[in-house]
Structures are given as structure tokens and as C-alpha cells.
């Protein structure tokens, strides 16, 4: 039996890949990733949501690793108590508190200011919330891990914002066309890019101090699969 692993990108799903644990990428189609978790789950020990994640909260920095109590979607879901710390105590200096997920990317920082007043969640992603509906549907363990890749104060530029496909790899081309429409987001965009590659190389770091199983209910199971 395996974890299931939903994030957003080809490159994170590489990333988490192992013995044990299936990655999914959503590419921010809430529907298609919900349908391939529901999919696996009979066969699943338990559902984690990891991955990168903008910041919601003042403070946080790209590279910084928040650990979710709570996620807040269609509803609030708590998540695994025992996973979460075992999580935590992985990831030195990780955020401990409550995370939201949405269908739609939270790209200017004015949205992401009043979306942290509101909800008062650390960080926003895009798969989060389906990964709960999912793990309470088929009664599994739910954990959520992120690593932020942008700043709660940074606004995206919109080269940045239509770069994912909906199967979770890069449009390059759509980034192009973006960029040939308005070149003055060159500098946001490149900005964005060595932010978002420190969250990557955060997520590779952290995947290796959580070991095995993602810190999953039976990651110490050497029967584990």
C-alpha cells in the first residue's frame, strides 16, 4: 500500500518519487487530481498534500517549510496529529498552523493579504483542500507539507501565472507568449524563478529528512510498498 503524494508540478512529483509513495501532479485541475486520488485511494495508507506554496503570512521567506494542524477548503479538515508531528520534527524550523487551499492561484499580494486576514492561514496551494475531501471521503490519514516558494508581499507576474499545464508540466510557450506582450515582467519573472528554484531545492532537502514514506502512517514498515 502506498502514500499518495498530490502536488502541482512534474518537477515535485520527480522530486518526492520513492518506494511507498505515489506523487500525483494536480497542474491546478482541481477535478482531474481529485479523480486520480479517488482513483487510488482504495489502496492508499494515507493522502499527503507536499509540495511549494505561496505564503499567506508575513515573515515567511522562500525555502521556509510550514507543517499543516488544520487545512481549510470547502471545510475545515484536521489533519493527522502523529503524521503532522513526525513532519515537524523533520523539518527543522517549520511553521506549525493552519493552511488553505483553493482552485484558483493567489498571484497579487493585495489578494494574499486579505485572504490571510480572513482565513488566517500561513500558505495557500492548489491542491491542499482536494487532498482532504479525499482523505475524509475514504477515511484515510491526511498530512500537508509546503515549502513557500513566494512571499506573502511579492505579486506574480502573469508569464509566471500561466506557465503550468493542466498535467502538471511547464507551458513554456504560453510563458513566452506572456513575456512577448508585456517584456517589462522580465525582472519579476526572474525574480520569481530563483525564488521558486530555493523552494525546490528546500523541497529536495526536506524530502530526504523525512525519509521513507514521507512520515506516513507504517513509513517504518520495511513491508511497506
Same mark, same amino acid.
Given at each position: 500500500?502506498? !502514500?499518495?503524494?498530490?502536488?502541482?508540478?512534474?518537477?515535485?512529483?520527480?522530486?518526492?518519487?520513492?518506494?511507498?509513495?505515489?506523487? !500525483?501532479?494536480?497542474?491546478?485541475?482541481?477535478?482531474? /487530481?481529485?479523480?486520480?486520488?479517488?482513483?487510488?485511494?482504495?489502496?492508499?495508507?494515507? !493522502?499527503?498534500?507536499?509540495?511549494?506554496?505561496?505564503? /499567506?503570512?508575513?515573515?515567511?521567506?522562500? @525555502?521556509?517549510?510550514?507543517?499543516?494542524?488544520?487545512?481549510?477548503?470547502?471545510?475545515?479538515?484536521?489533519?493527522?496529529?502523529?503524521?503532522?508531528?513526525r513532519l515537524a520534527a523533520a523539518?527543522? =524550523?517549520?511553521? !506549525?498552523?493552519?493552511?488553505? =487551499?483553493?482552485?484558483?492561484?493567489?498571484?497579487?499580494?493585495?489578494?494574499?493579504?486579505?485572504?490571510?486576514?480572513?482565513?488566517?492561514?500561513?500558505?495557500?496551494?492548489?491542491?491542499?483542500?482536494?487532498?482532504?475531501?479525499?482523505?475524509?471521503?475514504?477515511?484515510?490519514? /491526511?498530512?500537508?507539507?509546503?515549502?513557500?516558494?513566494?512571499?506573502? %508581499?511579492?505579486?506574480?507576474?502573469?508569464?509566471?501565472?500561466? @506557465?503550468? %499545464?493542466?498535467? @502538471?508540466?511547464?507551458?513554456?510557450?504560453?510563458?513566452? %507568449?506572456?513575456?512577448a506582450r508585456a517584456p517589462w515582467?522580465?525582472?519579476?519573472?526572474?525574480?520569481? =524563478?530563483?525564488?521558486?528554484?530555493?523552494?525546490?531545492?528546500?523541497?529536495?532537502?526536506?524530502?530526504? /529528512?523525512? @525519509?521513507?514514506?514521507?512520515?506516513?502512517?507504517?513509513?517504518?514498515?520495511?513491508?511497506?510498498?
Amino acid at each position: 500500500m502506498t !502514500i499518495l503524494a498530490a502536488t502541482g508540478l512534474h518537477r515535485e512529483a520527480r522530486i518526492l518519487a520513492a518506494t511507498g509513495v505515489q506523487p !500525483i501532479p494536480g497542474g491546478g485541475d482541481a477535478a482531474r /487530481l481529485e479523480a486520480e486520488l479517488n482513483r487510488l485511494a482504495p489502496s492508499a495508507r494515507g !493522502i499527503i498534500s507536499i509540495g511549494i506554496a505561496g505564503a /499567506l503570512a508575513p515573515g515567511l521567506r522562500p @525555502g521556509d517549510w510550514v507543517v499543516a494542524e488544520m487545512v481549510l477548503g470547502d471545510e475545515a479538515a484536521a489533519t493527522d496529529a502523529a503524521w503532522a508531528a513526525r513532519l515537524a520534527a523533520a523539518l527543522p =524550523g517549520a511553521r !506549525i498552523g493552519t493552511m488553505l =487551499g483553493q482552485d484558483a492561484m493567489a498571484a497579487e499580494a493585495a489578494a494574499k493579504a486579505a485572504l490571510h486576514r480572513a482565513t488566517g492561514a500561513l500558505t495557500v496551494d492548489m491542491e491542499s483542500h482536494v487532498a482532504a475531501r479525499v482523505a475524509r471521503r475514504h477515511g484515510l490519514p /491526511l498530512a500537508v507539507a509546503r515549502v513557500v516558494s513566494d512571499a506573502a %508581499r511579492r505579486t506574480l507576474p502573469q508569464a509566471a501565472c500561466v @506557465g503550468m %499545464r493542466p498535467d @502538471g508540466g511547464v507551458d513554456l510557450p504560453a510563458v513566452l %507568449r506572456a513575456l512577448a506582450r508585456a517584456p517589462w515582467q522580465l525582472p519579476a519573472l526572474v525574480r520569481t =524563478g530563483w525564488e521558486a528554484e530555493l523552494a525546490f531545492r528546500a523541497l529536495l532537502r526536506g524530502h530526504h /529528512l523525512i @525519509g521513507p514514506g514521507l512520515g506516513g502512517p507504517g513509513a517504518g514498515d520495511a513491508r511497506a510498498v
